[in-house]
T-cell receptor, first 121, second 111 residues
Framework: GAVVSQHPSRVICKSGTSVKIECRSL??????MFWYRQFPKQSLMLMAT?????????EQGVEKDKFLINHASLTLSTLTVTSAHPEDSSFYIC?????????????????FGPGTRLTVL | QKEVEQNSGPLSVPEGAIASLNCTYS??????FFWYRQYSGKSPELIMS????GDKEDGRFTAQLNKASQYVSLLIRDSQPSDSATYLC???????????FGGGTRVLVKP
């Protein structure tokens, strides 16, 4: 149980285009999901908290108009990188926190998707 | 002071030995503590969670929590080359629902 999928796993795009990344919880519901970014040899950086039915909460320094988040259902959150530039090239990882606390791992546990490697040319 | 601190390593451990990883955190009201493993180029996977003081064992892994000292550790017994990875400590602080991650400790298990 507690499986999170991400699509696509890898994307290469031209500068100026927009890229949408999907994050799905496959066997549980998640009112809250999270989006992280990780540059090579660095730790995870939280970008935003995605809440079903309400606006996302962005971390300081993250441009909400550039990184659009939509949490349309209890199992799906999307991140759209708008007008991508080479400096946006990174490993984007989502996580989901199960609504049901009794899932293995306990309360507050986040389960991560496999990540999306974005390369902007 | 970083909110969650880990020694970046690398921690070099002979195969079969015990690897000991440490993590300290600054928010005394922190509630939940996690260890994740991340292989190079992959996303983090949950190893263990711990919520109360003391030890928690799961297979070859033991997590230890000491809230008074604001310290959480992870022991890996009978280390295997497949344990070579970066280990991330994560903490949920008293306020909010997000996790704060340490920078990770890179572990190398040598055959």
């Amino acid at each position: 149980g507690a499986v999170v999928s991400q699509h696509p796993s890898r994307v290469i795009c031209k500068s100026g285009t927009s890229v949408k990344i999907e994050c799905r919880s496959l066997d549980f519901q998640a009112t809250t999901m999270f989006w992280y970014r990780q540059f090579p040899k660095q730790s995870l950086m939280l970008m935003a908290t995605s809440n079903e039915g309400s606006k996302a909460t962005y971390e300081q320094g993250v441009e909400k108009d550039k990184f659009l988040i939509n949490h349309a259902s209890l199992t799906l959150s999307t991140l759209t990188v708008t007008s991508a530039h080479p400096e946006d090239s990174s490993f984007y990882i989502c996580s989901a926190r199960p609504d049901r606390r009794e899932l293995a791992g306990g309360p507050d546990t986040q389960y991560f998707g496999p990540g999306t490697r974005l390369t902007v040319l | 002071q970083k909110e969650v601190e880990q020694n970046s390593g690398p921690l070099s451990v002979p195969e079969g030995a015990i690897a000991s990883l440490n993590c300290t955190y600054s928010d005394r009201g922190s509630q939940s503590f996690f260890w994740y493993r991340q292989y190079s180029g992959k996303s983090p996977e949950l190893i263990m969670s711990i919520y109360s003081n003391g030890d928690k064992e799961d297979g070859r892994f033991t997590a230890q929590l000491n809230k008074a000292s604001q310290y959480v550790s992870l022991l890996i017994r009978d280390s295997q080359p497949s344990d070579s990875a970066t280990y991330l400590c994560a903490v949920r602080k008293a306020a909010g629902n997000k996790l704060t991650f340490g920078g990770g400790t890179r572990v190398l298990v040598k055959p």
